[in-house]
Nanobody, 125 residues
Framework: QVQVVESGGGLVQPGGSLRLSCAAS?????MAWFRQAPGKEHEFVAA????????YVEWSLKDRFTISRDNAATTGYLQMNNLKPEDTAVYYC?????????????????????WGQGTQVTVSS
């Protein structure tokens, strides 16, 4: 059974930064981040291929968020800068084998079978 574990959430002031980590037990899986604010649907944030060669951040976040993964490819990272109150949400890491890295595939949460428990990010003064 593949395990996915997120970490790094917390409380931060507007304008601050956080780095979320996602550890997956299988390095051959692509990873993605989704977030869910209270009363809202899951929202795609970013994704990265298993090799790290392809990465994509949702266009409205790309100036502030960066996705990466380490050389061993078992841990992925979401660097979030200049955080805003509207970024407040539970952030989930998802992982699975991705047959391709098209926008349609990576942004669809139903294409990921393995999910972490979520980590809360709160942006507030």
């Amino acid at each position: 059974q593949v395990q996915v574990v997120e970490s790094g959430g917390g409380l931060v002031q507007p304008g601050g930064s956080l780095r979320l980590s996602c550890a997956a037990s299988d390095s051959r899986f692509g990873m993605a981040w989704f977030r869910q604010a209270p009363g809202k649907e899951h929202e795609f944030v970013a994704a990265i291929s298993w090799s790290g060669g392809n990465g994509y951040v949702e266009w409205s976040l790309k100036d502030r968020f960066t996705i990466s993964r380490d050389n061993a490819a078992t841990t992925g990272y979401l660097q979030m800068n200049n955080l805003k109150p509207e970024d407040t949400a539970v952030y989930y890491c998802a992982a699975d084998r991705l047959s391709d890295f098209t926008i349609e595939r990576i942004t669809n949460r139903f294409n990921y079978r393995y999910w972490g428990q979520g980590t809360q990010v709160t942006v507030s003064s």
